[in-house]
């Protein structure tokens, strides 16, 4: 049977049933985050100070079962924090992956480190442990009890996979080639709010992990991020610094330390807090659409991007591979013309401009599924409703 392009936009169409546009991934809300923000600006609390905050900050780390959430105002601070916390100073070097959103680089860059690209995987589009393995065995050296990157006689101070689209990466291999080469694990899980490795959710395998609440992801705070971690140290610190060092005291401003003025706000957190609360509904209607499209593509020419073995994703993104680059522009085109919103993958990290000094290893799968995938609708809000 020959299937055309379109056949593809028809199912999607009767999946939302819908011929208005359809986006990528829109936030869904209800009269619960209309109480919830109202109730908090009556409080007069929408900025630095109020219960939301801690309130969403304990609620994520009992979601997720981390020790402690640390909230921010974005993915993109969170990240700089976790990887300052982690040691990260100028100079030194970050593996992470080019096939991610361009924060995860920024973050990177924000530090004065320079990011080193390795390649992701054909079974899951995060970080491939055996690139980042081979990297390491065939780059560096232990020099002062240091681990070097040898081409460039600088530091490798962290590791920085990121689980795509929400997909899990084989996590648990990082891990341990991060353990025998002493390196701090920092994880970007910013897509992969809910979202388990071997039954522990993504985000807590290393030192520090992060998450994103930007208006297209799973759940949303407006703008905001979060850092989890295991370690009570390192998440007391991550408040005090993100809180301007400010020492607690009932009326003296007193700092400590040079400080950063990055905690979320209260507002922000208030709608954390309602989202959080029809989780589980929005999470299930991501996996059962996710099975639509898995079945659906299973008998065409193109192959679904599915979770990989013993992981469990939230499916925030759905994702396609087209037969080739032309076929890929083609599908692209044809889909935005008729208001059924299609992106292709982010643009590979070590192609932009300020990463063109960065070292990266051959990416091969990187560099094929920015020619092949696509993104696809993936909300789920309409989806609840009807
Ligand atoms: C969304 C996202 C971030 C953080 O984004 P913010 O908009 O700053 O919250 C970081 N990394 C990845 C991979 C992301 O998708």
Redesign the pocket.
């Known amino acids: 049977m020959i299937m055309k392009l379109q056949t593809i936009l028809d199912f999607i169409r009767t999946l939302y049933n819908t011929d208005e546009f359809i986006g990528l991934h829109e936030p869904y809300f209800d009269q619960t985050e209309l109480d919830v923000v109202h109730d908090c600006i009556k409080s007069t609390f929408v900025s630095s100070t109020g219960q939301y905050v801690t309130e969403f900050e304990n609620l994520l780390a009992k979601r997720t079962g981390a020790k402690r959430g640390v909230a921010v105002v ?6 700089y924090l976790a990887l300052h916390l982690a040691g990260v100073t100028p100079g030194d070097i970050v593996i992470t992956q080019s096939a ?2 361009v ?2 680089g920024n ?1 990177i860059l924000r530090l004065g480190a320079i990011p080193i690209f390795v390649d992701i995987g054909r079974d899951t589009p995060g970080m491939n442990p055996e690139a980042l393995s081979s990297f390491l065995k065939d780059n560096t050296a232990v020099q002062h009890g240091r681990l070097i990157h040898t081409p460039s006689g600088r530091r490798i101070a962290a590791v920085t996979p ?1 689980h ?1 689209f929400g997909i899990p990466c084989r996590i648990i291999e990082i891990r341990s080639i991060c353990d025998e080469f002493g390196l701090p694990l920092v994880e ?1 899980a ?2 992969s709010l809910g979202s388990y490795y071997k039954g522990r959710h993504t985000g807590l395998f290393g030192l520090i992990g ?1 998450l ?3 208006g ?2 799973i759940i949303t705070t407006g ?3 979060m850092l989890l971690t295991d370690d009570n140290a390192i998440a007391d610190r991550a408040k005090h610094l993100s809180t301007t060092a400010k020492k607690p005291h009932p009326y003296e401003f007193d700092h400590d330390e040079p400080g950063f003025n990055m905690r979320m706000p209260n507002i922000n957190a208030a709608l954390g807090v309602a989202q959080l609360s029809k989780f589980d509904r929005l999470l299930d209607a991501q996996r059962s659409l996710a099975a639509k499209y898995r079945d659906f593509f299973s008998d065409s020419p193109w192959r679904f991007i599915d979770e990989g073995a013993n992981s469990q994703s939230n499916f925030w993104l759905n994702a396609i591979l087209m037969r080739d680059r032309a076929e890929r522009d083609e599908f692209l085109q044809l889909s935005n013309a008729q208001n059924v919103m299609t992106r292709a993958l982010w643009k590979p990290l070590h192609s932009l401009p300020m990463f063109a000094s960065s070292f990266h290893q051959p990416l091969p799968v990187t560099e094929e599924l920015y020619d092949r995938l696509v993104n696809i609708p993936s909300s789920v809000g309409r989806l609840i409703k009807s």
């Open positions: 974005n993915g993109t601070e969170a990240l991610t959103f924060g995860t973050a990121m795509t970007d910013a897509e992060i994103s609440f930007n297209n992801k703008g905001g991020g």
